[in-house]
C-alpha cells in the first residue's frame, strides 16, 4: 500500500531536499502517520500537539482538499498521491 | 519607514526579505515587518508625502522596497502604470436612498490603470521582485489581478503568465490576453487555480508569482489605499469602512495601514470599525464569525460575484479577527441583491461598478436597513473595481426606448412613456 506524499518546498530541506516520500496506509491520517515514523521532523511542521493538521496547511487527495473529503479519515488508494501545500496563498 | 524582515504572523519567526510567504516553522503567513517608528517627525513626514506624486509612490515611506522607485523625471518611465490617487466621492444621495443619516464617501478604484485596486498590489510586488532579479511575473487570480499583471508586466517589459479559472468573464479575459500575456485557463475553480500556483511556484525557480512567492510585499500594496482615504479626509481616519471580503487580505490591510499613520503621528481618530462583504454564494468568512467561529471552513464558490470566489481565504481568521476586535461584522449579500447593489451605486453617485462592488454596496444597505449605522458617522465605502468588466451582471435590468428619427415617433414613443 504505497502512496506518494508529494511536499511543499518548505519542508523539502528538513529531509535532505525531496520533493516527495513514499509512506503507506489507508487514510490521510495512516499515511501522515508512516511519514512521520519515517521523517519525525516534518511531524511539528504539520501537525500540532493533539495530531490535527495546523491551519496554514493544505492537505490534498487526488486534487481535493481532505476538508471537503472525511478530513484525517479521507481514504488513499494504493499508488495514490497525497499532496500538502501551504495555505496561505492567493486573493 | 524600512523594511526589517518577514516577520510571521503565527509563531514571530522572522526571514531576510527574499521571495518566500510561509514560516518553515508553522506554514503560518510572513508579513513585512518595519523598523521603528519612534521620533519620526510626523510634520516632515506629512510634508514629503505631499511633495510625492500623484501615485502609490507617495508612501514610499511606507512600503517595503529596497530603493523606491524614481519617482520623476526620465526614470519615472520604469516605474510601470502608476496606480492609486483615485477620488473619494461625497456620496449623499446614496445616503439619502439607504436612508442613512450621515456623511458617504465611496472610494472608487475603478479609476485605477486597469480598473481595479490590483494595480496598488501589483505595482508593490513587481517592484520588489524586480529589485530581486526576477524577470517573469506571474499570479493565480478570479480576474482583476489577472488584468493587473498582464498590464504592468508589459509596461515593464517582463514576460508573465495568468492563471485564471476557465469559465470567467469574458470582458476579464479579452482585457488580459490583449497585453501580450501568457494566458491560462484552468480547468477549475479560483481554490484550483491557487493550487496549482502554489505547487508552481515552487518548481519555477525565476518566476515572482505576485500572490504566492511575492504576497508579503503585494498585500502591503493594499495600505495605500487607507492612506489615500486619510489624506483625502483630511488627515483623519473614517468611522467605519465597508470593504469587500475574498481572500481577506485587502480588508485586513486597510486597517493596518490606519493603525501604522496613527502609531506614527500622521493622522488623528482610530482604526475604523471594519465591515466586510462577501456573496452569499461564496461566503466562508460571513459564514464563520455568524457563526462566532475563528476558522473559515471552505466552501465551492457559486456566485456572480466571481472576483470575490475564494472558497478557501488565506487571510480569513485575521479578517474575523479585525471585524471582531473593531465592533464591525462581515455579512452576506445574495446575487439578486449584488445586481441590486450595482444599480444602486450607479443611480447614486455615477459610478458603475463590478460584481464585487454591488457586494460592498448591498452590504452597505443592509447595515442601513439593519440600523447599524450611528447616525452622524462618517462611512466610506471601498468600490474595488469596474462595472464594464461584468456586463452580463446588468444586461435585462433596464429598459430603453426605440423610436424613428422624427419628433412624432419621440413623442409617441418616449415622451408619453415617460409622463405615465
Known sequence: MAVTVKLPTQLRATIGGASSVEATGATVAEV????????????????????ELRRFVNVYVGGEDIRFLEGLATPVADNGELQILPAVAGG | ????????????????????????????????????????????????????????????????????????GRDSARLGLPAGCTPLIRADRLAERIGFDGELWVKNDAANPTHSFKDRVVSVASARAAEL??????????GNLANAVAAQAAALGLESYVFIPHDLEEQKILGTGVYGTNLVKVRGNYDDVNRLCVELSGEKEGWAFVNVNMRPYYAEGSKTISFEIAEELGWETPDRIVAPIASGSLFTKIAKGFQEWLDCGLITGSVPIMNGAQAAGCSPVATAFAAGSDVCRPVKPDTIAKSLAIGNPADGPYALDLARTT??????????????GIKLLAETTG???????????????????????????????????????????????FESYEVDPNYASFEQHVTQAVEV
Do not use: N
Not at chain 2, 30 to 48: F, K, N, P, Q
Not at chain 2, 53 to 69: E, G, H, K, N, V
Not at chain 2, 327 to 335: L, P, R
Open chain 1, 32 to 51: 501522515l502517520d508512516g511519514v512521520y515514523a519515517e521523517h519525525p521532523e516534518l511531524r511539528d511542521r504539520i501537525a500540532d500537539e493533539s495530531g
Open chain 2, 1 to 72: 519607514m524600512a523594511a526589517e524582515s518577514l516577520k510571521c504572523r503565527e509563531c514571530s519567526a522572522t526571514y531576510p526579505l527574499d521571495a518566500r510567504y510561509v514560516c518553515e516553522r508553522c506554514f503560518g503567513p510572513l508579513e513585512v515587518a518595519y523598523a521603528s517608528l519612534d521620533g519620526t517627525d510626523a510634520e516632515s513626514l506629512r510634508r514629503r508625502i505631499q511633495a510625492g506624486p500623484q501615485s502609490i509612490w507617495r508612501y514610499a515611506d511606507f512600503l517595503p522596497l529596497a530603493t523606491p522607485p524614481a519617482q520623476f
Open chain 2, 133 to 142: 532579479g526576477f524577470e517573469v511575473l506571474a499570479c493565480a487570480s478570479t
Open chain 2, 327 to 340: 465592533a464591525g461584522g462581515i455579512d452576506a449579500v445574495t446575487d439578486d441583491e449584488i445586481r441590486h
Open chain 2, 351 to 397: 459610478v458603475f461598478t463590478e460584481t464585487a462592488g454591488g457586494v460592498t454596496t448591498a452590504t452597505l444597505a443592509k447595515l442601513a436597513e439593519r440600523g447599524d449605522l450611528v447616525s452622524g458617522e462618517r462611512v466610506v465605502l471601498v468600490i474595488t473595481g469596474e462595472g464594464l468588466k461584468t456586463l452580463d451582471a446588468v444586461r435585462g435590468t
